[in-house]
């Protein structure tokens, strides 16, 4: 089947730094997302991407759906405690009726 | 709204024994998910029903799994007989799927899990 490889796996950073986090993959996917889970949660949804090219803005959050539409990053900037998580990017290939591959996740960690 | 609700949150049972976990989806979705976290696989997708009616049941380990939709806001996924490999944490979600008006509306929702320890 198909697997998302997901970058890094853990980030250790400062308060107020920046992060980049990307996903690639061996095959298409027609949609791509980020979501991020706290402990003791399900995953929520941050960002969704439509269309390859696509670049997209949630707050402080940015994502791009690849050209090749096999690759996607998320960027968050200046970063605050309440980023600490796990950012799961996620792929679908025939849209909203499609389960969802998950990448392995990137553990933020953020040191005050 | 209530968002995804399933119970129990956790559950710990012995090898051997029937598990049962439950899911009631949001309210006007029609696209119900099961998804198994684990640390070493991560997050896979388990089976999808649409309408009630089960789409992809592909990612189901093996036949001790099953999972039912009997109506539209309510799922179960058993497990019998359990085994301690089956440990991990059980995610439903659910989406409006292809009646959505828009992309947005497609996204799944997550419920908070079930966590299952089976010893």
């Known amino acids: 089947g198909q697997q998302l490889n997901q970058s890094p796996q853990s980030m250790f950073i400062q308060e107020g730094e920046d992060v980049s986090m990307n996903c690639t993959s061996s095959?298409?996917?027609?949609?791509w997302l980020w979501y991020k889970q706290d402990p003791g949660e399900g995953p929520v949804l941050l960002i969704a991407?439509?269309?390859?090219?696509e670049l997209t803005s949630n707050g402080r959050l940015t994502a791009q759906f690849g050209i090749t539409r096999k690759d996607s990053f998320l960027n968050i900037s200046a970063s605050i405690p309440s980023d600490v998580g796990i950012y799961f990017c996620a792929g679908q290939i025939r849209g909203g009726a499609d389960g969802l591959t998950f990448g392995k996740g990137t553990h933020l960690i953020i040191q005050p | 709204d209530a968002g995804v609700i399933q119970s129990p949150r956790h559950e710990v049972t012995e090898m051997g024994q029937e598990v049962t976990l439950r899911c009631k989806p949001i309210s006007g979705h029609d696209y119900l998910f099961w998804y198994r976290q684990t640390m070493m696989r991560g997050l896979e997708l388990l089976i999808y029903?649409?309408?009630?009616?089960?789409?992809?049941d592909s990612g189901m380990p093996e036949d001790r799994f099953s999972a039912k939709m009997p109506n539209a806001s309510f799922s179960t996924l058993k497990i019998q007989p359990s085994e301690p490999r089956d440990s991990a944490v059980y995610f439903c979600a659910s989406s409006l799927g292809r009646r959505a008006r828009s992309k947005s509306e497609e996204t799944q929702y997550f419920g908070p899990g079930t966590r299952l320890l089976v010893l």
């Open positions: 095959s298409i996917f027609n949609t």
């Open positions: 029903f649409n309408n009630n009616v089960p789409i992809d």
């Open positions: 991407l439509y269309k390859a090219g």
